[in-house]
């Protein structure tokens, strides 16, 4: 786990296509114990747990099926990146993009009033 980049700290919200946020941790573990060799988890780290639980969204939407945390690979252009970043007032941490259509961002695929975790 630790060489796909799990750390301490991070939070699993689903293994193996199955929501577990609100799982005792006993149940969890023995999802994962059953899995055999291989387990597919969805994981979201600490402080972006911590923000979307400050900002009190559902972290099911997070998941499959609904709007899902992505990395994009943005490519500056002469213009800049092709969005702006702006932070609601009281929460650390937190960054709301407002993103240029037809910029780098947008062709890149990173939707608008999309959050920064």
């Known amino acids: 786990a630790q060489r796909r980049g799990l750390q301490d700290g991070d939070r699993i919200l689903e293994v193996n296509g ?3 946020d609100n799982m005792e941790h006993f149940r969890v573990v023995q999802k994962i ?3 055999g ?3 597919a988890v969805a994981v979201l780290d600490g402080s972006a ?3 979307t639980k400050a900002l009190d969204k559902n972290l099911a ?3 499959p099926g609904h709007t899902r ?3 994009c690979h943005i490519v500056k252009d002469k213009s800049g990146f092709g969005f702006s970043v702006s932070a609601p007032e ?3 941490g937190t960054f709301r993009l407002s993103v240029t259509c037809d910029g780098p961002a947008d062709k890149a695929g ?3 009033d999309s959050w920064l975790l």
């Open 18 to 20: 199955e929501y577990v």
């Open 33 to 35: 114990k059953a899995s």
């Open 37 to 39: 060799n291989q387990v």
């Open 49 to 51: 747990y911590e923000v």
């Open 61 to 63: 939407e997070l998941l």
């Open 69 to 71: 945390p992505r990395l």
């Open 90 to 92: 009281g929460v650390k």
């Open 110 to 112: 990173v939707p608008s």
